[in-house]
């Protein structure tokens, strides 16, 4: 577990409150979780922080600040973003804590992001569209929002009680290959013309969440941009 610990990354996307990163802070250090990471340009009270932190102050003090999601996870090879909303524009499905954890304990190395949004509002569809895959934490219909704090809680709490298995496993691409990949599967759809009016962008978002749920590999990418390329190659010859 202390290895596995250790590749997961906290992510605070533009928290409001800064009794909540210190109860964010509490709620990691219990369950063995020290990598956290705050996006935005809010400037905090520290004070207030340590108030909720207790003897987890520590957590703050070395968490790392970024402009935006993007450079936060850029190098992450799995990233779960946490929300309560699905639908159009944002992710089609999402797995429970249990499963998440399930699928971290697959990883062999690599940073893994857990991303929470904003207490009045989560995550923007945009900022979810950066995840692999959505998760979401169950809750009575009656009163389904939880706080910041909590939601971190219950995710770390189901981290921490999976019991990872030794195994031989494989090693996702992060997202700036991601990214890389789906240009140019783009670019071979392009020169045989697939594309109709506003398809493009789409298809890639369409593309972009299979292959980022399936956290695939190296290999497989380069397999993939092989196979559009050869596509795209005989088109041509037609």
């Known amino acids: 577990m202390e290895n596995k610990t250790k590749q997961?990354?906290?992510i605070l996307v533009d928290p409001q409150s800064s009794e909540n990163i210190g109860?964010?802070?509490?709620?990691?250090?219990?369950?063995?979780?020290?990598?956290?990471?705050?996006?935005?340009?809010?400037?905090y009270d520290t004070q207030r922080i340590a108030n909720l932190a207790v003897h987890a102050y520590d957590i703050y003090e070395n968490s790392i600040r970024y402009t935006d999601l993007y450079s936060a996870v850029k190098t992450s090879v799995f990233i779960a973003g946490v929300t309560r909303r699905l639908g159009k524009k944002r992710k089609y499905?999402?797995?429970y804590p249990e499963e998440l954890a399930i699928k971290i304990g697959e990883l062999s190395r690599g940073t893994v992001s857990i991303v929470f949004g904003r207490e009045s509002d989560g995550l923007t569809a945009e900022?979810?569209?950066?995840?692999?895959?959505?998760?979401?934490?169950?809750?009575?219909?009656?009163?389904?929002s939880l706080n910041l704090a909590q939601a971190v809680q219950v995710i770390a709490y189901s981290l921490f009680r999976a019991e990872y298995r030794e195994k031989v496993s494989y090693i996702p691409i992060d997202l700036e290959k991601m990214k890389n990949l789906m240009e140019k599967v783009v670019l071979s759809l392009e020169e045989i013309n697939f594309f109709k009016k506003n398809e493009?962008?789409?298809?890639?978002?369409?593309?972009?969440?299979?292959?980022m749920r399936a956290g695939i590999s190296l290999t497989e990418s380069e397999k993939i941009e092989k196979k559009f390329k050869k596509i795209a190659g005989l088109a041509g010859k037609k």
């Open 8 to 10: 997961i990354q906290i």
């Open 23 to 43: 109860s964010v802070c509490r709620a990691m250090k219990t369950m063995g979780i020290y990598n956290l990471a705050i996006t935005g340009q809010r400037i």
């Open 93 to 95: 499905l999402s797995i």
């Open 127 to 144: 900022e979810l569209s950066i995840c692999n895959i959505a998760v979401k934490i169950p809750s009575s219909p009656a009163f389904p």
């Open 200 to 211: 493009k962008e789409e298809l890639r978002q369409f593309f972009t969440d299979i292959f």
